[in-house]
């Protein structure tokens, strides 16, 4: 008898851990269900977010519940006397959550905690030379992605990222571009794949594009990538990730072919996002 229930309960243990996500999911959309985003935190989101503006309803209301979400399960923290307030919430949890629009909970499963700061911030740092000379200087910077899910954003910045929607430069989508790179481990530009996408076929052609933006800078020639994407793997898939979002029809232009593995990746096309130019 006692070997029965030990071989139920194994049986039990095996199947919990297999749908972890599953039943965790289950809960959280009991705990959720009677959220949601109300008429005056929508009203902020269209007017400090303009993209939020160009998404169908059916988007619209997918990312209303991973902000419900987002905000539930993550800490935002203010730093350097800034206090968070509902607005502020919102809009770095609906700028996060447009990344993963089209993904299940949990959305990015390591991040803990994001850290705001009112603007730019001062970072102390030390290096040591050939001849074994430390030095220390402080560095300005604007946000960061620890792999340890903590990410650092100037609050300034996140608005500014968000006022000019077509700029390609958005500090949100460049960290949690981050924080999805990191999620294999390591930082180096390619996030984890669904089994779509080959990680031979990933590397060939984001590879092929990081080295063609570093010769269009190196011999001074016209790109629409941030010349910050040639620093190395990892800026590239930041800096491609907001070119994605923000200037989806350049991007796609001078990259087609990252640009289709992009849609594949992220499951969403911002193209639709941006109103069709008229001449
Ligand atoms: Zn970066």
Redesign the pocket.
């Known amino acids: 008898m006692v070997n029965v229930i030990l071989i139920f309960l194994l049986i039990l243990f095996v199947v919990a851990y297999w749908r972890i996500n599953d039943i965790q999911r289950y809960f959280w959309q009991r705990k959720y269900q009677q959220h949601s985003l109300s008429a005056q935190d929508k009203e902020i989101l269209r007017r400090y977010m303009p993209i939020y503006r160009q998404l169908s309803n059916e988007e619209q209301s997918r990312l209303e519940s991973h902000i419900v979400w987002f905000l539930g399960e993550k800490r935002i923290l203010g730093k350097d006397g800034l206090t968070v307030n509902r607005p502020m919430g919102l809009i770095v949890a609906a700028d996060a959550c447009l990344l993963v629009i089209n993904q299940s909970w949990p959305l990015y499963p390591n991040v803990k905690e994001v850290l705001l700061y009112p603007s730019s911030y001062y970072v102390p740092e030390s290096s040591r030379d050939g001849a074994g000379l430390v030095s220390y200087h402080t560095t300005i910077r604007q946000?960061?992605?620890w792999p340890g899910g903590t990410l650092v954003l100037s609050w300034h910045d996140v608005l500014e990222g968000n006022r000019l929607p077509q700029d390609g430069h958005n500090l949100v989508f460049?960290?949690f571009?981050?924080q999805l790179d990191q999620q294999t481990g390591q930082t180096n530009g390619t996030p984890l794949l669904p089994k779509s996408i080959t990680y031979g076929r990933w590397g060939t052609v984001f590879t092929r594009a990081y080295q063609r933006l570093k010769t269009q800078i190196a011999y001074h020639m016209p790109h629409t990538f941030h010349p910050?994407g040639a620093?190395n793997e990892?800026?590239f898939f930041?800096?491609a990730t907001e070119t994605f979002i923000e200037k989806p029809r350049q991007f796609k232009h001078e990259e087609p072919e990252l640009y289709h593995l992009m849609v594949e990746y992220f499951r969403f096309d911002p193209e639709n996002w941006h109103p069709t130019p008229t001449f």
């Open positions: 946000g960061e992605s460049h960290e571009a981050h910050y620093t990892a800026e930041a800096v």
